[in-house]
C-alpha cells in the first residue's frame, strides 16, 4: 500500500514562511512525477508547483518568485519551500505523486492527505 505523507503545515503570519514535506512510503519502483496542490473552500484544487523525475519545475503564476519545490528521490520525499506568504496562500495543499510500485505495473498517480497551511494578515 502505498502512502504520501505530508507534513509542515500550520499558521504563519504575512511575509512568513513554511517548509511542506511529503514523504512516498511503500512497495515503491520509481517515482515519475511530483506535485503540490491547493485547495480552499469553494475553489477547485489548483496546481501550485510541479516538478518532474528529472527535475523540470513548473509554478502557477501566483506563486513563482516565492515558492520552490524540490525532491529528493532517495527519499522518494518532495519539499515545498513557501516564502513571502500571503492570505490568498491559505488552503489546504496536498501532495501529488505519479509513482510505479514495479517494473511492469501502471503509472498511477497518489494523493497525499493534506496539510492546513494558514497565512494571517
Known amino acids: 500500500q502505498v502512502q504520501l505523507v505530508e507534513s509542515g503545515g500550520g499558521l504563519v503570519q504575512a511575509g512568513g514562511s513554511l517548509r511542506l514535506s511529503c514523504a512516498a512510503s511503500g512497495i515503491i519502483f520509481n517515482i515519475n512525477a511530483m506535485g503540490w496542490y491547493r485547495q480552499t473552500p469553494g475553489k477547485q484544487r489548483e496546481l501550485v508547483a510541479h516538478i518532474t523525475s528529472g527535475g523540470s519545475t513548473n509554478y502557477a503564476n501566483s506563486v513563482k518568485g516565492r515558492f520552490t519545490i524540490s525532491r529528493d528521490n532517495a527519499k522518494n520525499t518532495v519539499y515545498l519551500q513557501m516564502n513571502s506568504l500571503k492570505p490568498e496562500d491559505t488552503g489546504v495543499y496536498y501532495c501529488?505523486?505519479?509513482?510505479?510500485?514495479?517494473?511492469?505495473?501502471?503509472?498511477?498517480?497518489?494523493w497525499g492527505q493534506g496539510t492546513q497551511v494558514t497565512v494571517s494578515s
Open positions: 501529488n505523486a505519479d509513482l510505479k510500485v514495479s517494473r511492469t505495473a501502471w503509472l498511477t498517480n497518489y
